[in-house]
């Protein structure tokens, strides 16, 4: 959970923090914590949890430029669906049920001291508006910082992470979906997973005649897991070097000392004990394998689902903005390489950022553009993949590294093993 605390004089950004949402002790993601909300007491602590780390984080801004929290004016606030049901206390049970409908899309102006937050009594919390259960104000305050509703330039509009958001359009319209990409871009799932912490490996290079690997992780020090960014380098690089094949499997005939048979079927050694903080073998498996490809395949079909229900292909777009603070981390052509971003024209990526973040920033700088968030909401509709048979035609297509269909990835082709 991140925030910064904003000069509105100037609009300049005079302190910002990050913690980890005290929630994740009633869940990892967003199903477990609606399962847990169902429980007695489970909506009041889970409320009581993500209020306490708000304020850990309103507590930190204001102590770097030390002021007190009831000297702040206004808070402005974007998450997913379920968070914001969740701050509020409003009871999420509906929004993991068909037809998959949230309390309410537009959320009430609250006094954010009534919810527990540390702020003066005065103080009202701004919610972005939801679109449907899983596309929620974060990516309407993506949606909202890039301008898209504004833009004639066709644009898919990506927020890579367990639930994969997507929106296509331009300024005449725009569709949204949501696909369960599971955890592995965040570390779950994933024997050495991790979230991007020091000590992760987030990127990786293999030498293609040694096979040794070239490992680097974040602030350089012994490797002790692998982060999402890392996990798509590994494999983009392993299938590049030919260790594994398309359909993630190691190649038994590659006599090696680094491919072995592990407890979870062949694997990879990245780095030996000695090499690494934890004294253990830091390796990446068959079944870590598997589960990247789930997960870059349903982020790949909500792609080509979405564009084919309004008659569209990847060759119109003009843009792809790829939102979150993951995607600015990913390197472009490993993507690509795996499968989880479509093969085009390089020039029509952009990265974006912490987009939510900067549409509740602009939002709160511009009077004009205040207004306009909750406009956004109410020019997009919602594709459920749930529902959809072509969803999942697309996900069986997109489980192989790149694609079944070699064709959409012409300069991977080129790239890999004949």
Request: hydrophobic share 45%; net charge negative.
């Amino acid at each position: 959970m991140c925030g910064v605390l904003i000069d509105l004089n100037s609009g300049e950004v005079i302190a910002e923090a990050s913690a980890y949402n005290d929630q994740i002790s009633c869940g990892e993601d967003v199903i477990s914590r609606i399962i847990y909300s169902q429980r007695p007491g489970g909506l009041k602590a889970l409320q009581e949890k993500v209020v306490r780390t708000i304020n850990a984080v309103i507590e930190t801004v204001c102590k770097k430029v030390m002021i007190s929290p009831s000297d702040i004016s206004y808070i402005m606030a974007a998450g997913n669906t379920i968070m914001s049901h969740l701050l509020l206390g409003l009871n999420p049970k509906y929004l993991r049920e068909s037809p998959y409908v949230p309390a309410c899309s537009h959320f009430p102006l609250t006094r954010a001291a009534s919810l527990g937050i540390h702020a003066h009594p005065s103080v009202r919390l701004f919610l972005y508006p939801a679109v449907a259960s899983y596309v929620g104000g974060d990516i309407i305050s993506g949606v909202h910082a890039c301008q898209m509703y504004k833009n004639a330039e066709l644009t898919l509009f990506i927020d890579i992470g367990t639930n994969g958001e997507i929106v296509v359009g331009n300024e005449e319209w725009m569709v949204c979906a949501a696909c369960s990409a599971g955890p592995a871009f965040e570390g779950g799932g994933i024997r050495h997973g991790m979230r991007a912490n020091a000590g992760a490996i987030e990127n990786f290079h293999i030498h293609p005649e040694t096979l040794e690997p070239m490992i680097i992780t974040i602030d350089r020090i012994k490797p002790c897991g692998i982060c999402g960014s890392g996990l798509i380098a590994i494999v983009a690089e392993l299938l590049e070097a030919g260790v594994i094949d398309q359909q993630g499997k190691f190649n038994r005939a590659l006599d090696h000392p680094r491919i072995r048979q592990g407890i979870d079927g062949y694997e990879y050694v990245l780095a030996w004990a000695k090499d690494t903080l934890m004294g253990e073998d830091i390796a990446i498996t068959e079944v870590d394998l598997d589960n990247l490809t789930r997960a870059k395949g349903a982020m790949y079909a909500g792609y080509v689902t979405l564009l084919e229900s309004v008659g569209m292909t990847f060759a119109d777009l003009d843009r792809v903005i790829m939102a979150g603070n993951f995607g600015a981390y990913i390197d472009l052509e490993q993507a690509i390489c795996i499968g989880l971003l479509p093969d085009i024209d390089r020039d029509k990526f952009y990265y974006l950022g912490n987009a939510s973040m900067l549409g509740c920033q602009i939002s709160l700088t511009d009077h004009v553009r205040f207004r306009e968030r909750m406009m956004v909401s109410s020019l997009i509709t919602n594709l459920e993949l749930s529902e959809s048979a072509q969803f999942m035609n697309h996900y069986m297509a997109s489980l192989f590294l790149p694609h079944t269909d070699m064709a959409l990835f012409p300069t991977v082709r080129e790239k890999l093993p004949r």
